[in-house]
């Protein structure tokens, strides 16, 4: 009968650890980087007399442009928590604000799918773009591996909040 390794055992356990609190850094600074991307929103929304939900139904509506995918009302309703007669107050006030526009979808004229509207996405671009030009360069020197490393490591934690999300919506617990 062979001994046991003990110092692969335990080099192993080691790796183990340091995967958990790497883990845990990761965790540590997508909250911080949810934290502050909350500030910037809400200064955002003050600077175009927004209100919270105005930038958070804005951020719900450029993402799912960006992904190809754009919402309609009942959509961004489940996606903000909110009631039908909610969501088209919130719509309406923001189509009269110039930040939303609203337009039949062209493959089921029955649908009706939201957009940014230009003086909205004026309003982004003048706020956002030295955001992302600050971005880019606090990136600028790290290698592409690294970049392309922290994408798989985003996109895992996307889709892994996605599906709790939709667990969560699925089957709410106790109020």
């Known amino acids: 009968m062979t001994e046991p390794d003990w110092t692969v055992q335990g080099s192993a356990s080691a790796r ?13 600074d997508i909250r911080a980087l949810t934290a502050i991307s909350d500030q910037l929103g809400h200064v955002f929304a003050r600077s175009n007399n927004l209100r919270p939900n105005d930038f958070r139904a804005l951020l719900h509506i450029a993402t799912a442009e960006f992904a ?18 909610a969501v088209t107050y919130l719509v309406e ?5 110039g930040h939303l526009r609203r337009e039949t979808d062209p493959t089921d004229r029955r649908r009706i799918i939201l957009y940014h509207d230009e003086q909205g996405m004026a309003a982004a671009r003048d706020f956002f773009l030295p955001v992302g030009a600050s971005t880019r360069s606090a990136m ?23 599906t709790h999300f939709d667990h969560v919506i699925a089957s709410p617990g106790p109020s």
């Open 16 to 28: 183990e650890g340091q995967r958990e609190s790497l883990e845990t850094e990761i965790a540590a």
């Open 68 to 85: 190809g995918r754009p919402l309609t009302p009942g959509q961004l309703g489940r996606l903000m928590g909110m009631s039908s007669a």
């Open 140 to 162: 600028a020197e790290l290698p592409d591996q690294d970049l392309h490393a922290a994408h798989r490591v985003l996109t895992a934690v996307i889709a892994s909040l996605h």
């Open 93 to 97: 006030r923001m189509i009269q604000s």
